[in-house]
């Protein structure tokens, strides 16, 4: 059977749990166990990921597990909380004013858990205007299993693209490969974003890239505030949900 190697794309599917529990996965039956209330829409956007080995695309362990492994054959792998999510710190543990989160619109309670300016966090305890926040990532300290199966290598050039895109932007553009490099096309409010990522996109595939600013076409300007739009709805209701 054909083994991974280090830098080499494959297409994964996984299943990451923590006390026997599921935390995160991409197949769909098992997403089911994890939240039995998805959407069908939901479910039929979930995919096998796609990952380069040994690039840092997923936890310390779970990446160096993939190294040497063979495709179409099923692992499990556990991994201490050094190489999963990290140990717990106390530091991140903070008390901060009831207004930080009115201002936001969140009415905050006891064991709710959402994102808060970019950063996952857990209400420990609410008392009248202080309110007790944990910053840790909930799965930090817990030892962590993951069962997957590498399905496939990816060898086209195009695939090995998006799915870099797709991790480190997260988002994807238009591009031209030529024989020592690949030129992007993005908006002006996009380019330096994209150089960000310039020296890990040669590191990985060898060439070099080449930022092209565009105009963005009005059809896609109007896509863009419609997709706005829709996240903002979508975000607000899940908000609306956990105030329940």
């Keep these: 059977m054909e083994a991974t190697n280090k830098k080499d794309f494959v297409e994964l599917e996984f299943v990451g749990l923590a006390n026997s529990e599921i935390f995160d996965t991409n197949i769909k039956e098992r997403m089911k166990?994890?939240?039995?209330?998805?959407?069908?829409?939901?479910?039929?956007?979930?995919?096998?990921?796609?990952?380069?080995?040994?690039?840092?695309?997923?936890?310390?362990?779970?990446?160096?597990?993939?190294e040497g492994k063979e495709v179409g054959k099923q692992y499990k792998v556990e991994l201490p909380p050094g190489k999963a999510f990290g140990r717990r710190d106390p530091k991140l543990v903070k008390t901060m004013p009831l207004r930080v989160?009115?201002?936001?619109?969140?009415?905050?309670?006891?064991?709710?858990?959402?994102?808060?300016?970019?950063?996952?966090?857990?209400?420990?305890?609410?008392?009248?205007?202080?309110?007790?926040?944990?910053?840790?990532?909930?799965?930090?300290?817990?030892t962590i299993e993951y069962e997957f199966k590498i399905l496939k290598k990816i060898d086209k050039e195009e695939d090995k693209i998006n799915s870099l895109m797709g991790?480190?932007?997260?988002?994807?553009?238009?591009?031209?490969?030529?024989?020592?490099?690949?030129?992007?096309?993005?908006?002006?409010?996009?380019?330096?974003?994209?150089?960000?990522?310039?020296?890990?996109?040669?590191?990985?595939?060898?060439?070099?890239?080449?930022?092209?600013?565009?105009?963005?076409?009005?059809?896609?300007?109007?896509?863009?505030q419609a997709e706005k739009k829709k996240n903002e709805s979508e975000e607000s209701e899940k908000t609306e949900s956990e105030k329940k």
Excluded: W
């Design 33 to 66: 166990e994890l939240n039995p209330n998805i959407k069908e829409k939901e479910l039929a956007g979930l995919k096998p990921f796609v990952v380069c080995v040994g690039q840092e695309m997923l936890v310390k362990g779970f990446d160096e597990a993939l």
């Design 101 to 142: 989160f009115t201002e936001k619109n969140i009415q905050p309670r006891s064991g709710m858990v959402f994102y808060l300016d970019n950063f996952l966090v857990r209400i420990i305890s609410v008392s009248g205007g202080r309110i007790s926040v944990d910053f840790n990532n909930p799965l930090a300290g817990k």
């Design 167 to 224: 991790f480190f932007l997260k988002k994807r553009f238009k591009f031209d490969i030529e024989t020592s490099k690949i030129i992007i096309e993005a908006e002006k409010n996009f380019v330096k974003f994209i150089e960000m990522y310039k020296d890990k996109f040669k590191e990985i595939l060898g060439k070099e890239i080449e930022v092209k600013e565009v105009a963005v076409k009005l059809e896609e300007k109007k896509e863009r």
